[in-house]
Structures are given as C-alpha cells and as structure tokens.
C-alpha cells in the first residue's frame, strides 16, 4: 500500500512537472499550489535560506501522507481470518508511521549537526540550564512518539470506526438501508482528518527541523 | 525479556522497505519535479518582476514625454500668438505707409497740376504778349499810314492792351 501512495505521489509530480510552462496549466498548477503551501509551511518555521533545502522532504511527506491518508477513504479489503490488509490507509500502520517519525528525526539531529557544527549542536542539550538536559534527552524521544503515533492514531481510529458502521450494514435489511446515514458524514470527516493530519505531521517535521538547524 | 519479545515482534522488514521507499520517493520527485519546477517558478517570478519594473519605466517615460509634448504645443501657440501679433502690426503699418505715400503722390500732383496751369497761363500770356506786340506794330504802321500823333498812339495801344488784359 505504502508503495501504490510513492508511486501516485510520483506519478502526479511527475507529470504535473513534464510540461513546464510560464504559464502553468492543470497539473502543473496543482503541484505548484501544493509547493507554495510547503513554502508557507517552511517560511513559517525558519528563515528560507536555511529552510530552502527541505522542500523536497517537506512537500514529499506532505503529498505522501495525504495521499495515504486518502487512500483508506473509498473502500478496504482484508482478509477475513488473520485481518491483513490488502488496501486499506497504510498510515493506520503504527510501524510505518513510527518509521516516518523517526526519519524526519533522524534528519533533524543530522542537518543540525551538520548545518551548525558539533559544539553548537552539543550545547543546545545543556541551553538555558544543563539541568533540563534529561529532559531535552526524553524530549527527542517524545517527538519521535508523538509524531508518529498522533498519524497513526488519527488514521486508526478513522478506520476502525468505518469498519465498525460498515458492520452495521451486516446487521440485517434495516441495518442495511441506514448504514449510509452516519458513514457519509464519516467518511467526509475522515477526508479532513486525513488533509489536516497530513499538514500537521509535514509542519511539525518543519518545527523540529528549525529547532535544530535554527540558532536560538 | 519481554522488552526483546516486543523488538523482535516490530515487522523490521516493513521498517526498512517503508524507509527505503520514501527516501527513494523523496529522491524521485525532487529530481523530476521539484528541481525543474522551482526552476520554472524562479524564473516566472524574474519576469513578472522584471515585466513590472518595464511597466513602471514606460509609465515614467509617457509621463515625460506627455510633459515634453505639453511644453512644445504650449511654445508653438506662443509663438504663432507672436507671429499673428508680429502680422497685425506690420499690415497696420504697411497701410498706413500706403496710405500716406498716396497722400503725399495726391499732393504732389496737385502742385504739379497747379505748376503746369501756372506755365500755360504764363505761356498763353507770353503768346498773346508777342500777338500784340505784332499786332499793335500792324496797328501803328496803319495808324502812321493815318498820321496819328504820338499821344493818341500811346491812348489806342492802352485800349488794346487794356482789352487783351481783360480777355
């Protein structure tokens, strides 16, 4: 799943930037809204000579993400015995969502310490007080969690709940006739949860990355 | 133990394929897509800008160029005002030289008129002195052939002038 979400995001980039004009049109015009609004979601963390350098990695997880997150919204199959998902949001799995989290932080630490040398990089654990530095330690690894699992959570809880009325059609002739009267409102909900999930997790990488790379 | 059991239970595999599969995503559309499109919209920006700094140029040099146009008319009206001024002045002079070059020519005329009345006259009397003066010699050759004395000579030569005078 998580490969069919690369290869659309690819696809639709790609495509959207095969043409180049002056005067963009369709596609282009879409990917280079999407691009402006990674621009907004950088300038609004760091300056852009020092944020510049991310947009790939900020438009990528911002497409990637919301094209995951879409992905759940028009129908999913699983397996009826051991429930393996054969299409479904890969962003409900916490292991790819924690390997995500985990990336972007890893690159913070990296483009810190590249960006601002070691000594800098090393202070910051003990700024303003050398006490707060287990704190600062716990602190990554929070990031890391929450980043992580706040998607996961999201993108769960937004299928499970589809699962659980979509059973409800099971139920019996009524069951079935009425089922689409809360999975309508769902699943539109669901759409925004999956839009503003997407936005939040690229800003917060954003947020991050500036932490580390910005000097304070 | 149960903290290697967990470990052991996360799919590492799913890990990695999904790390390997973003970065290479991250790779692909920033190599085909976002390099060549920040590049269009780089130079999309230059133009607008450079199209609006044109604008502004051409505005100021309209501007100029009206202020220039403005000027010159206001010149050439001035300078016809000048002109048309310059052609009144002289008209009026030019009729008023014509006017008295005709006065002066009338009276010169005039006097050459009253001259040449004066010369005839004079030329007349001249003519009519010389006829009497024959005539009066005829006169006295047939007066001496009567024998006239010296003091009713001079009487008849007085009554003929007298008359001739009065002619």
Same mark, same amino acid.
């Given at each position: ?7 659309? /995001? ?9 043409? *180049?004009?002056?005067? #963009? ?8 809204? /999407? ?13 852009? %000579? ?23 919204? #028009?129908? %999913?199959?699983?397996? %009826? ?48 007080? #050398?006490?707060?530095? #287990? ?23 937004? %299928? *499970? ?12 002739? *009524? ?37 580390? /790379?910005?000097?304070? | ?6 470990? @052991?239970?996360? +799919?590492?595999?799913?890990?990695? $394929? ?19 499109? !920040? ?5 999309? =920006? ?17 501007? +100029?160029?009206?202020? +220039? ?6 010149? @050439? ?15 009026? +002079? ?17 006097? @050459?008129? @009253? ?6 006259? =004079? ?11 024959? !005539? ?23 009554? $003929? !002038? ?6």
């Amino acid at each position: 799943m998580s490969t069919v979400a690369a290869l659309i /995001v690819a696809i639709f980039s790609i495509v959207g930037a095969r043409k *180049l004009a002056m005067r #963009p049109t369709g596609l282009q015009n879409f990917i280079e809204w /999407v691009m402006d609004f990674t621009k907004y979601i950088i300038t609004s963390n760091m300056a852009w %000579e020092k944020g510049g350098r991310f947009i790939a990695l900020a438009y990528t997880l911002l497409f990637y993400i919301f094209v995951a997150n879409m992905l759940g919204i #028009p129908f %999913e199959l699983a397996t %009826e015995t051991d429930h393996y998902a054969l299409w479904n949001s890969p962003t409900s799995d916490p292991v790819l969502t924690l390997t995500m989290a985990a990336f972007v932080i890893i690159l913070t630490h990296i483009y810190g310490f590249k960006l601002r040398g070691a000594k800098e990089y090393f202070a910051d654990y003990f700024r303003p007080s #050398p006490i707060l530095f #287990p704190f600062k330690i716990i602190e990554e690894f929070s990031n890391f969690l929450t980043l992580g699992l706040r998607l996961f959570g999201n993108i769960f809880a937004k %299928e *499970l709940v589809t699962i659980l009325i979509i059973s409800l059609a099971g139920l019996g002739t *009524l069951g079935a006739l009425l089922a689409w009267i809360p999975l309508a409102p769902w699943l539109a909900f669901g759409i925004f949860i999956g839009a503003l999930q997407a936005f939040i997790f690229a800003m917060l990488s954003m947020v991050y990355m500036a932490h580390k /790379v910005e000097s304070h | 133990m149960d903290m290697m059991d967990f470990i @052991a239970d996360i +799919q590492w595999g799913n890990a990695l $394929y999904q790390l390997v599969i973003f970065s290479l995503l991250i790779w692909v559309v920033s190599r085909w897509a976002l390099k060549p499109l !920040l590049g269009v919209m780089k130079k999309r =920006e230059q133009q607008v800008n450079d199209n609006l700094d044109n604008a502004e140029k051409s505005r100021a040099e309209a501007e +100029q160029y009206l202020e +220039q146009q403005r000027e010159e008319l206001k010149k @050439a009206r001035e300078d016809t005002q000048a002109m048309i001024d310059n052609a009144n002045k002289m008209s009026e +002079q030019q009729a008023k030289e014509i006017l008295d070059n005709a006065k002066a020519e009338g009276e010169r005329l005039k006097e @050459a008129a @009253a001259a040449d009345i004066n010369r005839e006259k =004079e030329q007349a009397l001249e003519s009519v002195r010389d006829q009497v003066a024959s !005539l009066s010699v005829a006169i006295a050759t047939k007066v001496i052939e009567k024998e006239l004395d010296e003091d009713e000579q001079e009487k008849l030569i007085d009554s $003929y !002038l007298k008359e001739v005078g009065n002619e």
